[in-house]
């Protein structure tokens, strides 16, 4: 990690846990990133390539926009999407 960029953990749920193969993800952000510059960040490893448009992304345990901006020390969660009946 260099200057000018921070650490998060994104949580991770259902599908996405059992396409990653684990509970989280660590990854780096650029100073000034926004949800979704995450969401591209997650599109870049193979086994998330095929994320929803919008994938639904909690932060700080709220649903977060695409425009939203990141923090160092944002609880970040990538919610698989859900079907009932």
Do not use: C
Not at 32 to 45: I, M, P, Q, S
Not at 53 to 80: C, K, M, S, T
């Amino acid at each position: 990690m260099t200057a000018g960029e921070f650490p998060v953990r994104v949580m991770l749920f259902g599908h996405y846990r059992e396409l990653v193969g684990a509970p989280s993800l660590d990854l780096t952000l650029p100073d000034g990133a926004k949800v979704e510059d995450l969401v591209t960040l997650l599109r870049d490893l193979p086994v998330l390539a095929e994320l929803p448009e919008r994938p639904a992304v909690a932060v700080n345990r709220q649903y977060a926009a695409a425009a939203r901006a990141l923090a160092r020390g944002d609880e970040i969660a990538l919610i698989p999407p859900v079907a009932g009946g």
